[in-house]
């Protein structure tokens, strides 16, 4: 069965960058059909599709919500079977929490989420 | 972007009640649509795919129709555990969209 589980700093000064990894273990995270996607929702609020990205081969291909694709990152490292979030330049409207999930147009499996707050 | 919306955004109903949630898609999205169910505290949890389909271990009073731009999600008999906040979501096109979520309360 596959796991995933975020991890990282749950406060991020305004201005500074979200950094955020999502480990994955029970199944393969590079080829197959699959997208690794990070998705945010703020308290009391819906949900927000950040990006995703997956893997061809060797080649691993991101697609990002025009929303925030000047400010945000996804990078995958196979070897650790983690996928990772960057987002710069955090505001107060980014304090979320943060989910990563499989994706196959659906997202059929998620971490359990983090909250990151953003404050000085 | 392809707007999502949902009706109710919140809803009342008895135990063993039917229940249904509507959700709209701003244009045509042809049978992409999944819905999903959050606890509060919990990742939502998938369950059906592709407008009707059941999710493994779903139970079978769960249902969901709907094609192009009108959608319907379907509880046949409310059950305790059904308290929720329910969500659509859309693939036809990138990125992906959800809902603003249907919350599901007892009567």
């Known amino acids: 069965q596959v796991q995933l589980q975020e991890s990282g700093p749950g406060l991020v000064k305004p201005s500074e960058t979200l950094s955020l990894t999502c480990t994955v273990s029970g199944g393969s995270i590079s080829g197959g059909s699959y997208y690794w996607s990070w998705i945010r929702q703020p308290a009391g609020a819906g949900l927000e599709w950040i990006g995703h990205?997956?893997?061809?081969?060797?080649?691993?291909?991101?697609d990002y919500n025009p929303s925030l694709r000047s400010r945000v990152v996804i990078s995958m490292d196979m070897s650790k079977k983690q996928f990772s979030l960057q987002l710069h330049s955090v505001t107060a409207a980014d304090t979320a929490v943060y989910y990563c999930a499989r994706e196959l147009t659906y997202f059929d499996h998620w971490g359990q989420g983090t909250l990151v707050a953003v404050s000085s | 972007d392809i707007r999502m919306t949902q009706s109710p955004s919140s809803l009342s109903a008895s135990v063993g009640d039917r229940v249904t949630v509507t959700c709209q898609a701003s244009q045509d999205i042809s049978s992409s649509l999944h819905w999903y169910q959050q606890k509060p505290g919990k990742a939502p949890k998938l369950l059906i795919y592709d407008v009707s389909n059941l999710e493994t271990g779903v139970p079978s009073r769960f249902s969901g129709s709907g094609s192009g731009t009108h959608f319907t999600f379907t509880i046949s008999s409310l059950q305790p555990e059904d308290i929720a906040i329910y969500y659509c979501q859309q693939y036809e096109s990138l990125p992906h969209t959800f809902g603003p979520g249907t919350k599901l309360e007892l009567k």
């Open positions: 990205i997956y893997t061809t081969g060797s080649i691993m291909t991101t």
